[in-house]
């Protein structure tokens, strides 16, 4: 995929399984979002064509897709109740069926009163879940939601999150594009990890945290820890750290060594290197910052 003569994605290619929950990861600007609307269609792609199952996409498939896109399309001027009605019909459903959907989508995420609002008087979350509703309110077989949890605070993150896991449950297949690394390792079953356009990781979570070191350690000790040949220290931030062990050493050897080294330990959790780790590492803590 090209912007004029400038490269933006680059020999790009992945596949999303069906009925599972698909992490596209990356910082502002890596090329998430120009991907998703050229395979939508939305931007004239260079070359490339989504698949869905075996068959290219066309415009005559968007009942079985739901697209949460990052910069919301609503009509700020109506209500929220006509706005999703309006909505529902665009995507076959009949007006009473949209409007009894909508209904009692918004009694589940605590916006009963606002039905007849304007959506200019609501909150930035509070138009988020409206959108949200608009994109899942046919039972799309397909749901990309991108930044899905953008405006939302943390009790509200966690209602998007089980709405998710809902929709996975009926049978969809979700893709989730997102910087946000929180959630994701509990959520994604596999991910891709993009850079300037360029795919540096890809697999499960599990494949992708071995790719980039296996056993790590997370610490909380009472000082920064000292740098050894026993380990990589991944973070070390306000006395929670993060280390990978180096081939062949045991984490029962290195708290040893913490603990003679007169450093008070008290957290000590071997596992996998965490996403957030990861992608600190594919872009390096200033760009991150």
Known sequence: MNFGATPVIKDLSFDVYPGETFGF??????????TIRALLGIYIPTAGVLHINGRPFEPSQ????????????????????????YFGRLKGMSAADARAWSSSYLDRVGLPTKAKIRLDKLSGGEQQKVQLGVTIMNNPKLLILDEPTKGFDPVNSRLLMSIIE??????????IIT????????LCDRIILLKDGVKHAYGTVEEVQEQF?????KIEADMPLPSSPSYTILTDEHGHSEIALS??????????????????VSSFTPGRRSLESIFVAVYGAKEVD
């Open 25 to 34: 990861l990356g910082s502002n600007g890596c090329g998430k979002t120009t």
């Open 247 to 264: 081939p062949g050493t045991a984490a029962s050897a290195v708290l040893d060594d913490l603990v003679r080294a007169g450093i008070t």
């Open 179 to 186: 910087h946000q690394m929180d959630d994701v390792e509990k």
């Open 62 to 85: 968007s009942g079985e897709l739901g697209y949460l896109p990052e910069e919301r399309g609503l009509y700020k001027k109506e209500t929220v109740l006509d706005t999703m009605v």
């Open 213 to 217: 070191g296996g056993t790590t350690v």
């Open 166 to 175: 809902e929709r996975k449950a009926a049978g969809a297949t979700i893709v």
